[in-house]
């Protein structure tokens, strides 16, 4: 015990030096944990008020609170007296041998920065991308989650989907509904044109502006086709979409314009 005293007392300086510096770096490991949560606090209250994807809140949260404290962490070690330029080293040379063996995530972690900045679409928007249709459900760090008309839960890298072209059918308020309607060319054109416009008038899911345009588009082998392009709401796409083809079928069988089908004619010789 007496040596223990005798150890305090010659080194009473070095002890109270040291103590100073280690309250110094718990100080600044409070102050950083504070700045920390609040900077995050007040990004995620900015992005969410301009109605930014509360996934993508999150993610850029998740990144620059974890930026804050290991730059905390790096002051407050080198407040205490350990020289952070070899530890910033060693984590370099570990980083570079985790990037060399996560390539791939690192592609998609990259990728989904560039979604996020970039934003190409968001939650609750039908996007082709990758080669996939889907709802987009959440923009994570290295995939993006969609879900299938059909109910399907699709997983995608980020990087296929940067990699690729993206559709967004979500994107604008309107879209414009493409039919195309062959008749033969026995029917009465003027006629199958005038049934067709009453049947986008009557239906008032079709907006007035843009105008519907009705036109022949092309004289095919066996069809007269025309061309049946309505504008609607994005919401009503496919509801419209569906509905107008069955009312064009309808109405062309009640005034007897045909509409062509492949047929084959089969002739039978007889040998003699």
Known sequence: MQQFL???????????????KVLVALVILYL???????????????????????????????????AIMVATILIALSQVGIQTASFIAILGAAGLAIALALQGSLSNFASGVLIIL?????????????????????????????????????????????????????????????LTVGISYDSDLKKAKE??????????RILAEPTAVIAVGALADSSVNILVRPWVNAADYWPVYWDTLEKIKLSFDQHQIVIPFPQMDLHFKKEK
């Not at 007392?9 to 040291?18: D, G, H, P, T, V």
């Not at 049934?195 to 008032?204: F, G, N, T, V």
């Open 195 to 204: 049934l067709l416009e009453q049947i986008l008038k009557a239906d008032s």
């Open 32 to 66: 950083g944990r504070w700045l920390s949560k609040s900077l995050t606090r007040m990004l995620e209250k900015a992005l969410i008020h301009r109605k930014v994807d509360r996934a993508v809140v999150s993610f850029l949260s998740g990144i620059i609170q974890a």
């Open 118 to 178: 970039f934003r190409p679409f968001r939650a609750g928007d039908f996007v082709d991308a990758a080669g996939v249709s889907g709802v987009v459900e959440k923009i994570e760090i290295f995939q993006t989650v969609l879900k299938s008309p059909d109910n399907k839960r699709i997983i995608v890298p980020n990087s296929q989907i940067t990699g690729s072209a993206i559709v967004n059918y979500s994107a604008e308020k309107t879209r414009r509904v493409d």
């Open 6 to 20: 005798d150890f305090l007392e010659q080194n009473q300086q070095l002890i109270l030096s040291y103590s100073v």
